[in-house]
């Protein structure tokens, strides 16, 4: 399973972000992670789809300005970042894992086998 991310870049603080993950084969549990500099890696979204059912959970840094549109699907996935801080600057990540989550919500680094390359994002102030 391998996973290609785009989109990121810089914004002003307060301005919005989205970007995408294309996985090469279906998967119906997904994650994004971001890293800022001198930080572990933090779980901050993830989608399951599997079993009839969407679930979607977030952290609590990003509740209510990050989603996983309802345009995700199997193989290609999203991050809306809307109302962005400098706090939010770090390289972002998506993850997977198919065919379904082990555990929910699933926002450890170890839910997941499958990453992709990363992403920059800034928000400055």
């Known amino acids: 399973l391998d996973l290609v991310e785009s989109g990121g870049g810089s914004v002003q603080a307060g301005g919005s972000l989205k970007l995408s993950c294309k996985a090469s084969?279906?998967?119906?549990?997904v994650g994004w992670f971001r890293q800022a500099p001198g930080k572990q890696r933090e779980g901050i979204a993830t989608?399951?789809?599997?079993?009839?059912?969407?679930?979607?959970a977030y952290a609590d840094a990003v509740k209510g300005r990050f989603i996983i549109p309802r345009e995700s699907d199997a193989r290609t996935f999203y991050l809306q970042m809307n109302s962005l801080t400098p706090e939010d600057t770090g390289v972002y990540y998506c993850?997977?894992?198919?065919?379904?989550?082990?555990?929910?919500?699933?926002?450890?680094?170890?839910?997941?086998?499958?990453w992709g390359q990363g992403t920059q994002v800034t928000a400055s102030s």
């Open positions: 084969r279906p998967t119906f549990c």
């Open positions: 993850a997977a894992r198919a065919p379904a989550c082990l555990s929910w919500p699933a926002l450890n680094s170890q839910d997941y086998p499958a």
């Open positions: 989608l399951y789809t599997g079993g009839g059912t969407t679930d979607y």
